[in-house]
């Protein structure tokens, strides 16, 4: 108890945790009415209890009770109203590796936005120092045991998290729920520890031969067998590929409650999705973190948690699509009119294959939609510097990353509103003015090209659903969706996931290819090339007559033509084979992308054996 300064009077102690007392009531009131967000009635004494400690232990280092109090509500709210919004907007609370994609966030936002966001963070940084009384024995006994308390955490996290997870319970499926069943100091001790045990040993060779083994494929002396066949006279494709991923592509129509004036989606548009048969990308996101379906439709695995592949799982290059295309003499560039830096792009690009990168500083801005280049002006800069080279020797594979139609949805003077909506429903209004303009200029930009490239095969899919109201607004007040993930039905999580696609063969034009996870899109392609060639992209594709599996963080979804079913554990009805599939993919995905990739060396050797015959 020496740590809670002897010096200070009882009093002084009372008035401490007494505002503790009154911030908490306060914040709750104030996040329930603005944002909907609280845990649950039974979780308040724990969680402030988890409060009152920290408070004590601020407290204990304080210079006086004012400093304390400014610093510690700057802190508390801070955290509290970050948890608040990213509840409200992507419908899981804050966790650990949101501190880590914080600098991404930033990059986001403009405006009072990015003004209000550097205020959370540096803000209660800036108050603790000048609040700590830096000289006094008390502080730095306090802050030996804080660092005490870390390093148990860092050094054992596994059991510390089977015991947090006992005592205070845990839902792998459900993120909201364990933060209302814990409170937000608890949950990111317990979701920290999670993290850290975690992290992931590089699976052995052996480990591997038995995930292959489940894919109905082993290792064997001459390299892999039955999951990737050797072949005798290996194809190379020719033909250019043009992927484009558009931001936030969506058919706002199913929102009936919100009574658009008008279909916005452009009707040339609408005949081609027909052609498909409607088919639909099924992603591994909603409302952000587009960089995880890149990662899907680039390098052929899912992803299956609550954070950015590109940023802490990509450690090796590896042989994605740009460089299985580039081996066979193609041109692989990127276009993305963002920072470069942004979700690590830079590093993720370049392990991945892609040879040309062109960024935000890259392209004249020379239309803007606020902070973002419209998809007009992209589409005219990138096929500018293409057109040369369009019939020339070398194919090359064209990646397009648009920016327009990121949320808040703004538009400029060459782009008036022209959809309005139901009273109430001011965001889906915005978002389907964005789809006005971004379906059309995709169309025009679609019909130069192929006039251009008539032969090329091209890919165009939304990235995710886009954020339209704090726990799921814009959605729920059509049925769409629940306003929580614990209420989703089987089919919401589906819809969750859910953007148009369109794939173009040539001049055999759009193809039926039905509800496709991401992640099996390049081996698709690869076979629409008629590149035959052993490619890691194979190993998580299904039987055309199996189900197929869209994993999502802390469950997965069987899908047959209409039918789904979320596993949301191993032991639910059906789902053992699919749960023991996802397992042996996550084992070939650790080995390739940040393990010693005895897969790739596997993978190999069914080649080198055909080229000796």
Not at 6 to 14: F, N, S, T
Not at 325 to 333: I, M, S
Request: hydrophobic letters at 45%.
């Amino acid at each position: 108890m020496s740590s809670f300064s002897a010096h200070r009077a009882p009093l002084a102690w009372v008035a401490a945790l007494s505002f503790v007392v009154l911030w908490y009531v306060l914040a709750q009131t104030t996040m329930q009415l603005l944002l909907q967000v609280k845990p649950w009635p039974s979780t308040y004494a724990r969680d402030l209890s988890a409060h009152l400690l920290l408070g004590a232990l601020l407290f204990g280092m304080a210079r006086t009770l004012p400093r304390f109090m400014i610093a510690c509500a700057t802190l508390f709210t801070a955290l509290t109203l970050g948890n608040a919004l990213k509840l409200s907007i992507l419908g899981g609370p804050v966790a650990p590796d949101d501190f880590v994609a914080a600098r991404n966030m930033f990059m986001l936002l403009d405006g009072w936005a990015f003004a209000g966001a550097v205020l959370m963070v540096a803000a209660p940084l800036v108050l603790l120092g000048w609040m700590m009384a830096w000289r006094r024995r008390s502080t730095w006994i306090n802050l030996g045991l804080l660092a005490l308390g870390i390093g148990l955490v860092v050094s054992h996290p596994a059991p510390i998290t089977q015991a947090m997870d006992r005592y205070f319970g845990f839902s792998v499926w459900d993120q909201r729920a364990n933060f209302q069943m814990r409170g937000l100091p608890i949950h990111l001790l317990q979701e920290t520890a999670r993290n850290l045990s975690r992290r992931e040993t590089p699976p052995t060779r052996e480990e591997v031969g038995s995930a292959l083994a489940v894919l109905n494929g082993s290792i064997g002396d001459n390299g892999i067998q039955g999951a990737v066949a050797p072949v005798a006279d290996t194809g190379r494709p020719q033909r250019n590929l043009h992927m484009i991923v558009l931001e936030s592509f969506w058919d706002p129509m199913v929102l009936t409650a919100s009574k658009l004036s008008a279909d916005p989606i452009d009707p040339a548009f609408r005949a081609l999705w027909a052609e498909t048969g409607y088919s639909h990308a099924l992603a591994p996101v909603f409302g952000g973190y587009t960089a995880n379906t890149e990662f899907e439709v680039l390098c052929g695995f899912p992803v299956n948690r609550d954070n950015v592949f590109f940023e802490g799982g990509l450690r090796r290059d590896a042989p994605c699509l740009p460089k299985h295309l580039a081996d066979a003499g193609y041109r692989t560039l990127v276009s993305h009119p963002n920072s470069a830096s942004f979700w690590n792009r830079i590093n993720a690009y370049r392990r991945i294959g892609f040879e040309t990168y062109w960024a935000d500083k890259d392209f004249e801005l020379d239309d803007m939609n606020r902070s973002f280049l419209s998809d007009e002006s992209l589409y005219r800069q990138v096929f500018e510097r293409l057109e040369p080279t369009l019939s020339g020797p070398t194919p090359f594979f064209n990646y397009v990353l648009t920016y327009f139609g990121h949320l808040h949805y703004p538009l400029n003077d060459r782009r008036p509103p022209v959809i309005t909506a139901a009273e109430g429903h001011d965001i889906v209004a915005a978002y389907a003015n964005t789809m006005y303009y971004k379906s059309r200029e995709l169309m025009a930009f679609l019909d130069t090209l192929q006039q251009a490239d008539p032969d090329a095969l091209i890919v165009l899919f939304g990235d995710h659903p886009p954020f339209l109201g704090a726990n799921f607004g814009g959605y729920t007040e059509s049925g769409v969706l629940a306003s929580q993930r614990g209420d989703f039905t089987d089919s919401m999580f589906r819809t969750q996931v859910e953007t148009p696609l369109v794939v173009i063969d040539g001049q055999r034009g759009p193809l039926a290819v039905g509800d496709l996870p991401l992640y099996q899109l390049p081996a698709l392609l690869l076979a629409l090339l008629g590149d035959d060639r052993p490619s890691m992209m194979d190993l998580a594709t299904q039987a055309t007559d199996m189900p197929s599996i869209r994993p999502l963080p802390g469950l997965h979804l069987i899908i047959d033509g209409d039918q789904v079913n979320a596993c949301r554990s191993g032991d639910d009805a059906g789902c053992q084979d699919s749960t023991d599939w996802l397992q042996a993919i996550e084992t070939l995905r650790t080995d390739i992308f940040s393990g010693d990739q005895h897969v790739l060396l596997e993978l190999q050797a069914p080649a080198a054996s055909s080229n000796d015959q």
